[in-house]
């Protein structure tokens, strides 16, 4: 299958520290553009009549999303890629069965949170939740406690661990109850809609802006405390 091939090439050149399949090129960039207004239905519908071109714009779609959300949870990039890698397979098989009216990131990282949990049991070990400095959504139409972090956009090994205020901020997320932590990183690190938080969670819509506002006191009480 044609569409397996792009899955492969989109592990690899993530390894590289890239997140655009390796058969779209930079000459393809209006195409790219018309298809990212493109609704995630009609893209799959076009991979489903056999134009591979509809699946490599839904794997450039969410590749990098998703990346930095396992990565986030599982803290090693050679698992983040396999588990990545295990997504969008299972993305491609499970297409003719999908809605094709709804999009289909809830749904996408609803599986990459399984699998998460999955490699964690496999450690043997219970998760632990990690974030990343790219907080670059907001909560409504207010700033966010969490925009005193630096917005680099760099991947996790190109940001310097040992900047002070990462740190601090790592040591404040530990204060957040773990159901907290997980309506914080779809929030601000998957950049999903509370609509498809609650989705993912299987939680109200109510229940999840609940438990994220009732995280960002706390988030800004510890960040206070560390920085005093």
Not at 40 to 67: C, H, I, M, S, T
Not at 150 to 167: I, K, N, R
Not at 190 to 208: G, H, M, N, R, Y
Request: hydrophobic share 35%; aromatic share 10%.
């Amino acid at each position: 299958m044609q569409q397996l091939s792009v899955i492969e090439q989109t592990s690899s050149n993530t390894k590289r520290g890239q997140h655009i399949p390796a058969t779209i090129a930079e000459s393809d960039a209006e195409r790219r553009n018309s298809a990212n207004r493109m609704a995630d239905g009609v893209l799959a519908q076009q991979a489903l009549a056999g134009d591979e071109r509809g699946f490599e714009q839904l794997v450039y779609r969410y590749n990098k999303p998703l990346f930095t959300f396992i990565y986030r949870h599982l803290r090693n990039r050679e698992q983040s890629n396999d588990v990545l890698q295990k997504v969008f397979l299972r993305f491609y098989l499970s297409l003719p069965e999908l809605n094709l009216n709804q999009p289909f990131g809830p749904w996408l990282f609803q599986v990459a949170y399984h699998y998460c949990v999955d490699e964690f049991r496999s450690r043997q070990r219970r998760p632990t939740i990690y974030f990343s400095e790219i907080f670059s959504l907001t909560s409504e139409n207010e700033l966010s406690p969490l925009d005193v972090l630096p917005d680099t956009g760099s991947l996790p090994e190109e940001v310097a661990e040992d900047h002070d205020l990462h740190q601090q901020f790592m040591q404040a997320l530990q204060v957040l109850p773990a159901h907290y932590r997980s309506i914080v990183l779809l929030r601000y690190v998957a950049q999903l809609k509370f609509s498809e938080i609650s989705q993912i969670l299987d939680l109200p819509v109510a229940t999840a802006k609940t438990y994220f506002h009732r995280a960002k006191p706390q988030l800004r009480r510890a960040l206070e405390k560390s920085l005093s």
